[in-house]
């Protein structure tokens, strides 16, 4: 038996407003199963039972709290599709500044040795690689994120020079720019997260120490020794960590804190 695409998505959308989940999200999941744009699904009239119940079966998944691309497993970043899992953090739209800035300060200064440090799931490390003429280096201590990162390098044709290292301890050279998103999450504020995120995002890339400046410390007092001299450090930051971390890097000069599309101070840029 058949069902109408439309009276299915309408269904769910009843649903999902009664539950206080975007409705946005039917479509999307619907297609996902489908295999189309968002786009067609007007032009589709039936849906076989199989289809259907996948597509019950995804919904019930979103109704029970898990995020659209822990679902699939991908994520778009910077018009790039990523696979993600339980090893990695989802790629945030936010961090999307972070990328516009370093390639900035890449093309202004014609740099060329990148260092992404904390890299995940590769997101800013390929990104950056996509649109720059670059060698670029990226630090993950977590195995598991590496062959995530490696998997989305290999899917992107971008070769990233992949370490694994707690922090700078396996690393060798001098950077032009050095980019990072560390975890900065404050102890006590993990517990605040929304649910999706805590239950979905590793701990590991979340957990900023007791403070939630842990990772901030390291990269400091490692930047004189792995940042070129006319070099620059890009750091994204949690939206009320800007004063904290202007303290912190005293000792550096900060060229500029960039705003992210929702106006909050996301991305800090510090030389020598
Ligand atoms: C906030 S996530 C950022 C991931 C990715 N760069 C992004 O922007 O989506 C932080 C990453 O730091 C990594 N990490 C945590 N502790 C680390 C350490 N001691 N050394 C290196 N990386 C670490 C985590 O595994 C995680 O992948």
Redesign the pocket.
């Known amino acids: 038996m058949c069902m109408k695409l439309f009276d299915l998505r309408k269904k769910l959308k009843d649903e999902f407003a009664q539950l206080d989940i975007d409705i946005v999200d039917v479509d999307f999941i619907v297609a996902q199963v489908l295999g189309v744009p968002v786009t067609l699904l007007p032009l589709i009239e039936d849906v076989d039972d199989d289809v259907c119940l996948e597509i019950q079966t995804k919904i019930n998944m979103r109704a029970s709290g898990m995020p659209v691309d822990r679902i699939f497993g991908n994520k778009y ?1 910077y018009g790039l599709e990523f696979y993600i899992d339980d ?6 739209q936010d ?1 999307e500044v ?1 990328v516009d800035t370093a390639l900035k300060y890449i093309n202004d200064n014609h740099y060329h040795d990148v260092l ?10 390929i990104a950056v690689k996509r649109n720059a003429p670059v060698d670029v280096t990226a ?4 195995k598991k ?1 590496l062959i995530i990162a490696k998997k989305n390098a290999d899917k992107h044709g971008e070769d990233i020079k992949f370490i694994q ?3 700078f ?1 396996k690393l060798d050279g001098k950077f032009d720019i050095i980019i ?5 999450i404050a102890r006590d504020e993990l517990k605040t997260l929304d649910r999706e995120v805590i239950d979905h995002d ?1 701990l ?4 900023g120490g007791e403070s939630g400046l842990k ?1 901030y410390n ?1 990269i400091h007092d490692n930047l004189r020794k792995y940042l070129n001299d006319d070099g620059v450090l890009v750091i ?1 930051i949690g939206e009320d960590q800007r004063m904290l971390i202007e303290a912190l890097f005293n000792d550096f000069e900060l060229l500029e804190c960039v705003k992210d599309l929702s106006g909050h101070d996301r991305v800090m840029v510090f030389k020598k």
């Open positions: 970043f090893n990695v953090l989802s790629p945030r961090s972070l992404d440090m904390c890299t995940g799931s590769g997101c800013l490390a630090v993950d201590v977590s994120a290292s707690n922090m301890e990072s998103n560390p975890p900065y590793p590991i890339a979340l957990d990772f390291i994204e």
